[in-house]
């Protein structure tokens, strides 16, 4: 599904040059869950970017469902993050203004035709978060937690061929992050790819496959051995808390 | 919910979240786009003031005017106009085929009037009988100038109300003495009111009869104009030819000289009118153009602060597969849907103004459709025109930058 070859990334700021990816090789293949990890720095998140078409390698070859990216227009690129591509971040980055179900529908503007069940298919991508109670809800009313909900169901509800997520529970408490990883162990289960950016390795072992990534290159790239259930864990920890 | 309902829902929400710039882009629209309105009102009344004058002036298309002294229609002419038109000139052309009515008429110059113990200064003109018919003007008291007047030179006067005002007051002035200048005149009639036209009071006058006003207050027995009717319009021109030569030859002008005299048709008068205000409202409009243009850069200053601070929506929507130009039109919608919203409050803070204007100063105002078009359009474009740099700049942010 996606295979990347030889991948470099520099940033060229007036005369400086930063070279942040010095070659990468990954094969990801449809219905796996990776986990990216590495100390900051190391290009985690540019890495993402190139893969979630966000941004474009300075040199090598991205293949995505045997496609050539790199012979794509920006339009098209659009078209494809839109079509096959979900994206989770850090920050959340919803739509403040908007409501859960508005931001949940905003693939749908720009999709090639406005689909006449979205709004069904908003609620349901809420529901499959377990936010069918948010729907008219802001993201200033929410908890962060929730936000990243609308966000994974946001990413969720175009039917993508992968889901990016770049620290998702990065600014999240332990049980929020457990939350979090438990959809989107539940997402993996049915079958979705997904590929995920993390510092935290507790989240690394709930995941299928391990890239570590250092200064812009891979250094390890392993199954995970028995990933945790974060669904266990969540429970563990709710009966602590009694 | 279509598409279409959702691009502009969409940008309701961003132009409701920004509310405080969305007001402050609009605030120079208002203006630009009201002063448009008022001005244009403005122009649309007077032009309407200018024909209803023309008709009270008798001025009606079977007829035109004959003044004395040369030069061009709305070129200011010399401040002492010669005097060059005579009795035997309106005799000469009463005779011409096709002119039904000549009707001269003569201006004293302004003259120290009395009666009793009053003084007032007041505009003396002589007139035949059919003066007031031709201009639509009726005698409130008394009688007009009749044709023994004329033939008697009689020293015999029909009084403006104003000039009744100020040697009478509520008094009853038929058949009493008044001195125009030194001659004694009786006061036989006095003429309805018609107002003040613009700065000039025309009820500030008195007629007396024309061979009176060139044998007694006058040295000379020449006239000031005439006006001279047909028996059709279509007529107009070819008269107007006839009377030239007949003039010219009259006066022995040889080839070369100048007329002495100006013809002004009513055409020629309605487009010298319609010009000059046309060409005022072509000044205003210029200058609200200019307070447009103003507001339109500080429309597109606006907006590109807005865009910064909206470049994290801008990854956002983006990241979720818009396309460049999905940004631009987003943008320009937005841009467009302000200004037209501005220019909408602009136009009817400007109908608004020019009804206070109307009611308050008495300014005549008009409405007109194709005004409504011209704000709408003009804010629209400003909208448009002004939006395309800011959003060019939302468009071509990088998506990853734009969510750091
Ligand atoms: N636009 C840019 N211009 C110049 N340098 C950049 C740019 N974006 C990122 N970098 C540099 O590239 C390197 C990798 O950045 P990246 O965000 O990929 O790291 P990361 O692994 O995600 O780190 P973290 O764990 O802190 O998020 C950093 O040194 C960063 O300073
Ligand atoms: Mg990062």
Redesign the interface.
Known sequence: MIQLKGITKTYYRGKVETPVLLGIDLHVREGEFLAIMGPSGSGKSTLL?IL?L??RPTGGSYRLDGIEVSSLS??EL??L???KLG?V?QAF??????TAL?NV???????G??PAD??EQARRALGRVGLEHRLHHRPGEMSGGECQRVAIA?ALV?DPEVIFADEPTGNLDQRSSLEIISILQGLHAEGRTIVLVTHDTAVGCMCRRLLRVVYGKVVSDEPVADPTVALQQLQTLKEAAK | ???AW??LK?AV??L??FRSYAALMMIGLIIGIASLTVIHQIGQGAQQAVSARMTSMGFGADAFYISSGGGRLGVRRGMKRAVTLTPADADAISRLDGVTHVVPHKNVARTQVSAGGNNTNTRVRGATPGWAAARNWAVLMGRFVTRTDIGQSARVAVLGTTVVRELFGEADPMGKRIRIGRTPFIVIGVLESKGSSGWRDRDDLILVPLSTATKRLSRDDKISGMRVTMTDASRVGEIKAEVTNVLRENHSLGPGVPDDFLIITPDELMKLLTRQSRSLVAMLTFVSAVSLFVSGVVIMNIMLVAVSERA??I????????????ILYQILMESLMVAAAGGVCGLFLGLLLSYLATWLLAIPTAFSPTGFLWALGFSAGVGLLFGVAPAKKAAGL???EA?R
Not at chain 1, 93 to 98: A, D, E, R, V
Not at chain 1, 105 to 111: D, G, Q, R, V
Not at chain 2, 315 to 326: K, L, N, P, Q
């Open positions: 970017h979630g966000l941004d920006d339009d659009a078209r993050r839109n079509d994206f971040f980055h919803l739509l403040p203004k908007s508005d529908l905003l693939p749908f503007t720009y999709a035709h406005f979205a709004q946001r175009n | 919910m279509s598409l959702r691009l969409t929400i961003s409701w979240a994290y929506e990854g956002v929507r983006r990241a979720v597969g818009a396309r460049r130009r999905d990088n998506p990853v969510l």
